[in-house]
């Protein structure tokens, strides 16, 4: 028999349908299974700086939240605790709020803290619990780039709106005879393009993994058009590097701080040039963050924060839970951010993209 313990819950980094799913699953959990309470901690760790950004979460607050997008205890990617941004007399001061961050939590009587966050926010969790801070991760992020998990909360629903929208585009495109680039989030990781592109039927695919020369898809185009296809459908990670104005038209690496738009106007500009075709261009941008869980991001939510709840209880701290082979599990923190999970350029997705067609740029 556990002895009455009181949890806290964050939510860090982007936001990404199934956050509030994973809050209702510890809720529940917390209390029906175990008799604890769950302290509802505000905009990530930054309801554990500053006062009164905490409020005790019932069975009640969290009814009927299973299928909202978004989070309500808010979130935030640029409260890093640890490297924390005030402004002060038109200057910026950065300032280690780590001990503060602590002495709160002890002073909330936290037993244990549960953190739902994607690479950024367990790198803080990992040197918070080195600190003394007893807590569990949940891994989330549209992109699926944390490691020591095969799927993060958020990555099945983007997927889906991705899809979608590559769908619609492909219907226009068609009756146009255009070039469509429709570019995806994914800033180190190409998981979305790649697993949208194939699910959509699309033609080129760029990610940050793969180096491509743009005169390749310039190849791909008009090799269609031979065989009598008047459009293409070209998916484009926002990671992908571009070069500098006036560049050769390869890339050589990765860029991790995109701006939204600029990856799929530099390639469509470039096929433009080198094509002669009419070409359009859609950022799909925050909308694959936002819409209702789909129904796989549910269940692993459900899943995640029920186990979450269970690791407390068991003492592990310091660990993730995952998802390997399809079962639930765990792994320490500092395996989650050990590396990035990127898409293997040798992989079986990439091997039946190109198998079925799929052009890379390589
Ligand atoms: O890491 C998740 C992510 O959605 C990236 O794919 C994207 O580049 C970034 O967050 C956007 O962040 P922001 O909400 O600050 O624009």
């Known amino acids: 028999m556990n002895s009455a313990k009181t949890i806290g819950i964050l939510t860090g980094g982007g936001d990404c349908p199934g956050l509030n799913a994973v809050i209702r699953a510890v809720v529940k959990s917390a209390i029906l299974q175990y008799g604890w309470r769950v302290i509802g901690i505000e905009d990530s760790f930054d309801g554990l700086i500053w006062p009164n950004r905490y409020r005790e979460l019932q069975l009640e607050d969290v009814s009927g939240i299973l299928a909202r997008g978004g989070t309500i205890l808010g979130t935030t990617n640029r409260g890093n605790p640890l490297a924390y941004r005030v402004p002060e007399n038109g200057k910026e001061n950065v300032c280690d709020f780590s001990d503060r961050v602590i002495r709160n939590a002890h002073e909330l009587g936290l037993d244990g803290l ?14 918070l619990y080195r600190k003394g801070l007893n807590l569990v991760g949940v891994p989330k992020t549209i992109d699926n780039d944390l490691n020591a998990t095969e799927i993060s909360i958020g990555f099945d629903t983007a997927l889906h709106t991705a899809s979608e929208a590559i769908d619609k585009v492909h219907s226009s495109a068609e009756s146009h005879h255009r070039i469509m680039v429709i570019e995806v989030m994914g800033r180190e990781a190409g998981w979305i393009a790649l697993e949208a592109g194939l699910a959509s039927g699309a033609d080129a695919i760029l990610i940050p993994e793969i180096t491509f020369d743009l005169e390749k898809i ?18 484009v990670a926002e990671g992908i590097d571009i070069p500098a104005a006036g560049g050769s038209g390869s890339s050589t690496g990765k860029r991790l701080h995109p701006q939204p738009g600029m990856a799929a106007n530099w390639v469509a500009e470039g096929l433009a040039r080198c094509t002669g ?3 359009r261009v859609a950022v799909l941008g925050h909308i694959q963050r936002g819409g209702a869980p789909s129904p796989f991001d549910r269940i692993l939510a459900t899943r995640f924060g029920a186990a979450a709840i269970d690791l407390v209880a068991q003492g592990e701290v310091g660990k993730m839970v995952c998802l390997t082979h399809g079962a639930i599990g765990q792994a320490d923190i500092a395996e989650a951010v050990r590396i990035t999970r990127c898409v293997d350029p040798h992989g079986e997705l990439v091997r039946i993209a190109r198998a079925t067609g799929i052009c890379f740029g390589d």
């Open 277 to 279: 075709r009419e070409t």
């Open 114 to 127: 549960i953190v739902v966050g994607g690479d950024g926010t367990m790198r803080i969790a990992l040197e």
């Open 218 to 235: 310039c190849t791909c185009v008009r090799q269609r058009e031979k065989a009598g296809k008047t459009f293409t459908i070209v998916v």
